[in-house]
């Protein structure tokens, strides 16, 4: 380094390495990872406007006189960039049935799609454009989760809210045409609208589902003011004032260059088979298999005494504690967020589906008392937290008892979804959608995002799609084999 030179940061790094990514690179692999994700975050966002849940983005979008630009998904119509993309995140995370990257904890599609739709239908992007774009956003959202997969949350912060908002911005950017530098500042102007507090815990309110939406709509402010010569902190990140010491109270100053991630990150989100905190399904996954084998039995919960399950402290908080509430959860998404509930009602139902966390579930005795016969030991699990993993021992009345482990929770790279299974699960979010023709439409649509004019037909048909055409029951998804 000459005498003089100012050293190179996070941020000016991020997008010299990645900003200006040619698209003919791209493996097909990335693509079709892409593609997955792109349609998964659709499904369960569709399906989360089909139950009304997460509704308060659209009922916002609907009351803004704001220029018609984007999709508004399942409405109909079609409003401002910002107010689609705040809308179709909160849809996206409204059910937590969307994908995550369990290294960097950090639900980056329901931010990412939802940005990349939206800027990419108002620019008039091409569908390898926007494919592109979401590729760049997801090493952005990976490499930074990596470099702290934890604090955050021990913080108070969600990861996803919090480090989506870069990503967004960088999504926004490309598909803006903003130039290198303007990207930059971009990422410099998003550190001041990142946020998104998990006080949420404390009574299982709504906010969460508003996190990605947040995130999505701020990524693409913060690109539009780097495009009107807004400038932002070169050194966002690594800065004692940066993100990373404010939210996570983590220095990276030393480590930042060090770290590698993934060449293709995109290819490690995991979509959910179930839609509830990630640090639930390997519980859940145990339970099952323990059903499977016939050990335990919905006809025979009486003779169960205890339920312990083993895993990272950091479950403790999240999804064992205060016990009260995740015994008797009071709303559907603090369900969402109770591993003793939600291994009940798997025991008794042979799975969890979207239909688990409904008002009448929650109200049943049953779930709750065996729910009550639940306990946790924290226990450092090599696995995590590449996976999410879990030890489940089931203790009888009679003293005799049989574990089930769990070292791969399923659609984490050592667990993946197959094809089958992403596909079993976007038809059955469907189901309360559209009817099969249309849903056909809709996952041709996407699969041909990468065609020529690919891009146009999604969004003609995203634009569609309106409250009159959902049906009124929907599908169940239940994994309940692979553990």
Request: aromatic letters at 6%; proline letters at 6%.
């Amino acid at each position: 380094m000459n005498a003089g030179s100012v050293a190179q940061t996070l941020a000016e790094r991020l997008v010299a390495e990645w900003y200006s990514l040619d698209e003919s690179v791209i493996p097909a692999h990335v693509h079709a990872a892409t593609t997955r994700c792109i349609k998964d975050t659709l499904g369960v966002a569709l399906a989360a406007r089909a139950l009304g849940v997460g509704m308060a983005g659209v009922q916002v979008a609907l009351q803004d006189a704001s220029v018609p630009q984007s999709a508004l998904w399942g409405a109909g119509l079609r409003v401002s960039m910002e107010d689609a993309a705040l809308a179709n995140g909160m849809l996206s995370h409204a059910l937590d049935f969307d994908d995550t990257h369990a290294a960097a904890i950090v639900h980056s599609s329901s931010v990412l799609v939802p940005a990349a739709l939206a800027v990419g239908e108002a620019v008039q992007a091409s569908g390898r454009s926007i494919l592109a774009a979401l590729v760049v956003g997801y090493q952005v959202a990976a490499r930074l989760g990596r470099l702290a997969p934890g604090p955050f949350q021990d913080n108070g912060f969600q990861a996803t809210s919090v480090l989506g908002t870069f990503a967004a911005a960088i999504v926004a950017a490309r598909l803006m045409r903003l130039s290198p530098d303007q990207a930059l500042n971009a990422l410099g102007i998003a550190g001041s609208m990142a946020s998104g507090s998990m006080a949420y815990l404390s009574d299982g309110s709504d906010v969460k589902q508003m996190h990605p939406g947040w995130a999505a709509m701020s990524g693409i402010r913060a690109a539009k003011f780097a495009r009107a010569g807004f400038r932002g902190p070169r050194a966002i990140f690594e800065h004692r004032l940066g993100i990373f010491h404010s939210f996570a109270r983590v220095d990276i100053t030393d480590t930042w260059r060090d770290a590698c991630g993934a060449p293709w990150e995109v290819a490690l989100m995991g979509p959910k088979p179930y839609p509830a905190c990630l640090c639930v399904h390997a519980p859940v996954q145990a339970m099952l298999q323990l059903r499977s084998e016939g050990w335990v039995s919905p006809d025979r919960i009486e003779d169960i005494r205890e339920i312990r399950c083993e895993g990272p402290q950091w479950y403790r908080e999240l999804v064992f504690e205060p016990a009260a509430s995740k015994i008797a959860p009071r709303t559907p998404y603090e369900a969402r967020f109770s591993a003793p509930w939600s291994m009940a009602r798997a025991l008794l139902d042979g799975g969890l589906d979207v239909r688990s966390f409904s008002p009448e579930k929650l109200s049943d005795p049953v779930a709750g008392a065996l729910a009550a016969r639940t306990a946790f030991t924290a226990e450092e699990l090599p696995e995590f937290p590449a996976s999410f993993p879990a030890r489940v021992t089931v203790t009888l009345a009679d003293g005799a008892r049989r574990s089930a482990y769990v070292a791969h929770n399923l659609g984490t790279p050592g667990n993946p979804m197959t094809d089958d299974d992403i596909e079993a699960k976007f038809q059955a979010c469907m189901a309360a959608v559209l009817p099969p023709a249309r849903a056909d439409e809709l996952s041709h649509c996407i699969a041909g995002l990468v065609e020529g004019n690919g891009a146009q037909q999604l969004f003609e048909c995203l634009g569609r799609l309106d409250p009159a055409g959902m049906q009124p029951e929907i599908s169940t998804y239940k994994e309940t084999e692979k553990c």
